[in-house]
Every structure is written in structure tokens, then in C-alpha cells.
């Protein structure tokens, strides 16, 4: 009687015994080993090729002790209230120090704290080392202020231009009354792996032209040196810059659990040199690119709206 010598199909069970790390390469991997295995390759022999792309393994990186990454302080109390503001933006900080990608940090006199103990403060400023940390910028990417020297105009005209169409609040503009998004930029968008989604597609044409709420502004002036009026917008990235943030911190959370699981979770970065990092850094450059023709484009309808020259 013949010996049955047919090998059991490679799972993905054999993988993680092997060594390799869960992750959408899987399907790949498997499939490569039937496709040796119909040549007729051993058990040992799949391994071993398949060794040759498993990623290596980092090391996991501690937490800096306490304190032995110092930061500078540009801050100076002058009341109770700001000496209580201070101790809590002190004691952020010195939490915050303590994640392994940080080198130096320093204190701004707007600091200010801004969420759980270990979170980067308004007027915080961190250096790292080779990493993209998603929570450190925040969902308002780019948050920006634009300015257009106008002139000697009226002010008033200038504002009710701008109110005729400027978009605050929440959500976008309903379709027949969007701006024109760049299609360039749209297919920029479409080519890096973080910003093809649906929803930043979308919203990437829906909020063009929009600049939110909370303490985002469209301000009118006379300047009083010069006398001439200026119009000044401040907003970020909007939507597009929302959900590529949740999106990097999806990422940065897979890095963190594998590299430093001690790292608080709003501290969890992405590798720079990574794929990963590559494609997230380029995604910052669009998305700041988006926010900067957002501006443009609220200018540019103001001065077409009030026939300013």
C-alpha cells in the first residue's frame, strides 16, 4: 500500500509559529506557500523562503526614567492662577519626556494643558527621534492664519463679501454651492495609501471653502500703521486632516503595542523610515497643501464677491 506523502495546506497558524507577525501580508504569504508547495517544495523548504520576508523583530524601546530628558521652560507665572496652570503644564511634561522617541522638549508661554496626564500641552513643543507622532499634531492639522493686504477699501464691503461666502459650523458645503477643489490635489490624494478613502475624498471637495468652528475666525481690519485693511482667516485641515488623524493614530497604536507597550496611548508614534511613516509624512504634505488652498480659495471668492481691486 502507497503512503499518503500530501502535505496539510500552510495556515495562517503555521505563519505565527513560524514567527511572522499578523498583518494584511498574510494572504500573500499563504499564497506563495501553496504555490511552492504545488512545485512540490517540503514543509522546511516554504519556511525558510518565507523567513526571507519576515520582517525583523525591534527591539522594545523602555521609557526614558523619569527626568533624564529635561525640557526648557519660556514660561513665567505672575499670579496664583497661572502658577496653578504652570504646575500642571510642569507636570505634563514631565510625563510626556518620558516616551523613547523624545531627544528635548520645550514650554511656550501660551502652555497650557490640554487633555489626560502625559499629553502634550498647548504651547508644548517635543523633538523625536525617527517617529511621526499622530497625537502630538492632532486632529487640526496645519492649523493655520492667512492674510490678504487689500488696500485702502471699506471694511464693511469687505466683511459682507466675505460673510456672502465664507462657511462656519460643522460639515460642508451641500452640493451646487462647493468650491472647486484642485483635481491635481485629488489625485495626489488618490495615490498616497492614507488619504484614498472615501471619506477624505469626499470631504476633501465638501469642506473646501469651509472653516469650522470653535476658535477659528474670519477678521477684517484696518491696520493702523498703514492704513490699509487687511483680511486675516484661521482654520486647519477640517475634515481631510480629522480623519487622516484618526487613520495615523490606528497605525501608530500597532507600532506602539509591538515597540513600547509602556508608551501612553496618545504618545504612540510611527516610525519615520517606515513604509508606513513614508506614506504618513507625505500625507501631512498634501493635507497642508489642501488647508493652504482652503485659505486661498476663501480670499479669492471674498475679493471676487466684493469686487475688491
Known amino acids: 500500500?502507497?503512503?499518503?506523502?500530501?502535505?496539510?495546506?500552510?495556515?495562517?497558524?503555521?505563519l505565527v509559529a513560524w514567527g511572522h507577525i499578523p498583518g494584511a501580508q498574510f494572504p500573500a504569504l499563504i499564497a506563495r506557500a501553496e504555490a511552492m508547495m504545488a512545485d512540490g517544495a517540503d514543509a522546511e523548504k516554504i519556511r525558510t523562503t518565507l523567513d526571507q520576508e519576515r520582517p525583523k523583530v525591534l527591539p522594545k524601546l523602555p521609557l526614558h526614567a523619569a527626568r533624564a530628558v529635561p525640557f526648557y521652560e519660556n514660561i513665567r507665572a505672575e499670579t496664583p492662577d497661572e502658577e496653578d496652570n504652570t504646575t500642571k503644564v510642569r507636570e505634563t511634561m514631565t510625563v510626556l519626556m518620558r516616551t523613547p522617541?523624545?531627544?528635548s522638549g520645550a514650554v511656550m508661554p501660551?502652555?497650557?494643558?490640554?487633555?489626560p496626564l502625559g499629553t502634550i500641552p498647548v504651547g508644548g513643543i517635543v523633538a523625536t527621534k525617527n517617529a511621526i507622532h499622530p497625537g502630538m499634531h492632532s486632529a487640526d492639522i496645519c492649523c493655520s492664519v492667512m492674510m490678504s493686504d487689500l488696500g485702502d477699501v471699506d471694511p464693511k464691503a469687505v466683511l459682507d463679501a466675505a460673510q456672502s461666502v465664507t462657511h462656519f459650523g460643522p460639515g460642508g458645503r451641500r452640493n451646487g454651492a462647493r468650491f472647486t477643489t484642485s483635481l491635481k490635489l485629488l489625485d495626489a490624494f488618490r495615490e498616497n495609501r492614507f488619504l484614498n478613502h472615501p471619506k477624505i475624498l469626499r470631504m476633501a471637495q465638501e469642506h473646501m471653502g469651509t472653516q469650522g468652528d470653535g476658535n477659528h475666525f474670519l477678521f477684517v481690519g484696518r491696520a493702523r500703521s498703514s492704513g490699509r485693511v487687511a483680511m486675516?482667516?484661521?482654520?486647519?485641515?477640517?475634515?481631510?486632516?480629522?480623519?487622516?488623524?484618526?487613520?495615523?493614530?490606528?497605525?501608530?497604536?500597532?507600532?506602539?503595542?509591538r515597540l513600547s507597550p509602556e508608551t501612553l496611548k496618545q504618545n504612540a508614534w510611527i516610525p519615520a523610515d517606515s513604509d508606513e511613516g513614508i506614506a504618513y509624512w507625505e500625507a501631512l504634505q498634501l493635507i497642508r497643501k489642501w488647508t493652504k488652498a482652503n485659505h486661498n480659495a476663501l480670499h479669492q471668492a471674498t475679493i471676487e464677491a466684493g469686487r475688491i481691486v
Open 110 to 115: 501660551d502652555a497650557c494643558p490640554a487633555g
Open 1 to 14: 500500500m502507497e503512503q499518503d506523502t500530501t502535505m496539510t495546506p500552510i495556515t495562517g497558524k503555521d
Open 232 to 257: 486675516v482667516t484661521h482654520h486647519g485641515s477640517r475634515g481631510p486632516g480629522a480623519v487622516l488623524y484618526k487613520l495615523g493614530m490606528e497605525v501608530a497604536q500597532k507600532f506602539r503595542k
Open 101 to 103: 522617541t523624545v531627544v
